[in-house]
């Protein structure tokens, strides 16, 4: 489904990474390793198609991201950084407006539950702690329905057991035909499911 | 994707955006107090004589109009971008363009209408008779969305830069003037009697070239911005 063939990014003149190669398939994980500044979130935002990559080919079903367009972006749900949620706006209307720009129609308060945010559904989103807005964060994916899932340090400021029920999300996701992209500095705990290791720095 | 879920994520995003805006009252507050001041302020600078306000007022209600749409604009993309809603936003399955159409006109909604709807008690102020005033609400009308709209170049072909206010000023003010000239100028033409029809179907020219491009550039800027 999505084949990565060739890849080069640059960051100003410096090279990041030359010659990358992987292809995941449905159910599949891709875990990318690597030290600071090797380029982990440079692959993820050129997968993402925010970037064009300095060589090389991202292909979604055999089709060049870049042409594809909206086509490759109603399959993909990405969560950088940055955690997109806006302070102003409880928590329900955060997700609301997630799954209306993704063109889905949803009932937010099943996403947060999962997440352990229900009892907070009502209240703005910038009383959230840093680990609260991360799940959050990662409850929009449950919101958007989409079948690849990019996700830049997904366990940044999680707790031990928030760790946890992300690990049961992403493998329900990956048991539902889903395909996931992450960096993590952490060892991942999914099991039963097809898991390739990237390193950038090797 | 079909037409029915473009529809609902652009309501999605005008409704967003207006809804946070008004939770931060004092930002929408602003523009409006800035224009009351300055409009306020020429009477006391300049002398109480009603004649030399009357031949003043088109102009200094339009200078004081786009200064205070100017203020605004940096609002426009840096929360968004600072927060990551936008690079969602450029994420989304849809024509970019049409979602910042959509965030251009929660912007002029919140920014550029309440100037319009503002303007009649500030001209009264000045002493512009009746039909000079309706000539101003219709200029204004018709040329603080092309206000809104060239900002939204500006605002974002400078996010993410240190300074920015200042240089979306620099960027956008030279292609403020002539909806300066045209919608100051309708105006006088009013106070004098004379016909103001050119002056706003060239505003309306204005209104429907910056709506028809100006989103293409405004999207494809944004692009650059995240690259």
Same mark, same amino acid.
């Given at each position: 489904m999505l084949d990565v063939t060739n890849l080069a990014c640059v960051r100003g003149d410096r090279p990041l990474f030359n010659h990358l190669s992987f292809a995941l398939k449905a159910g599949e994980l891709v875990h990318i390793t690597g030290a600071n500044g090797s380029g982990k979130t440079t692959l993820l935002r050129a997968l993402c198609g925010f970037s064009r990559p300095a060589a090389g080919e991202i292909r979604w079903n055999g089709t060049d991201i870049h042409d594809l367009g909206d086509d490759y972006r109603g399959a993909l749900a990405y969560v950088g950084h940055l955690n997109g949620i806006q302070g102003e706006l409880t928590l329900r209307e955060n997700l609301r407006v997630a799954a209306g720009i993704a063109g889905q129609k949803t009932a937010p308060d099943t996403a947060l539950e999962q997440v352990g945010l229900l009892a907070y559904g009502g209240f703005p989103a910038k009383i959230l702690s840093q680990g609260q807005k991360r799940r959050l964060a990662l409850a929009r994916l449950l919101v958007a329905h989409k079948l690849l899932w990019i996700l830049d340090e997904?366990?940044?400021?999680?707790?031990a057991r928030s760790t946890e029920v992300m690990n049961a999300l992403l493998s329900a996701h990956l048991t539902a035909g889903g395909m996931i992209v992450l960096t993590s500095h952490q060892d991942l705990a999914i099991e039963l499911h097809t898991v390739l290791s990237v390193r950038l720095d090797s | 994707m079909n037409p029915h879920s473009l529809a609902r994520a652009v309501l999605c995003v005008f409704r967003r955006d207006l809804t946070v805006a008004l939770r931060r009252s004092t930002d929408v507050l602003t523009p409006l107090i800035f224009f009351a001041i300055v409009v306020s302020l020429f009477p006391l600078g300049v002398g109480p004589e009603p004649a030399m306000l009357r031949a003043l007022a088109p102009g200094v209600l339009w200078v004081a109009a786009l200064l205070a749409a100017m203020l605004s604009l940096n609002r426009l993309f840096a929360n968004d971008h600072a927060d990551g809603t936008l690079e969602q936003l450029l994420l989304a399955p849809h024509p970019l363009t049409v979602l910042v159409l959509a965030k251009t006109a929660a912007h002029w909604v919140l920014t550029g209408l309440p100037l319009v709807l503002l303007s009649p008690l500030l001209a009264l102020q000045l002493g512009l008779s009746a039909e000079a005033m309706g000539t101003l609400v219709v200029s204004l009308a018709l040329g603080t969305p092309v206000l809104s709209l060239i900002g939204s170049v500006g605002a974002a072909l400078t #996010?993410? #830069?240190?300074g920015g206010g200042v240089l979306v000023s620099l960027l956008v003010l030279p292609l403020y003037t002539p909806v300066l000239i045209f919608g100051a100028s309708s105006v006088t033409a009013a106070v004098e009697g004379l016909s103001t029809e050119a002056h706003l179907s060239l505003l309306a020219a204005f209104l429907v070239l910056a709506l028809s491009l100006i989103p293409w550039a405004t999207a494809a800027a944004l692009r650059v911005s995240h690259d």
């Open positions: 997904p366990f940044s400021a999680l707790d | #996010l993410g #830069l240190r």
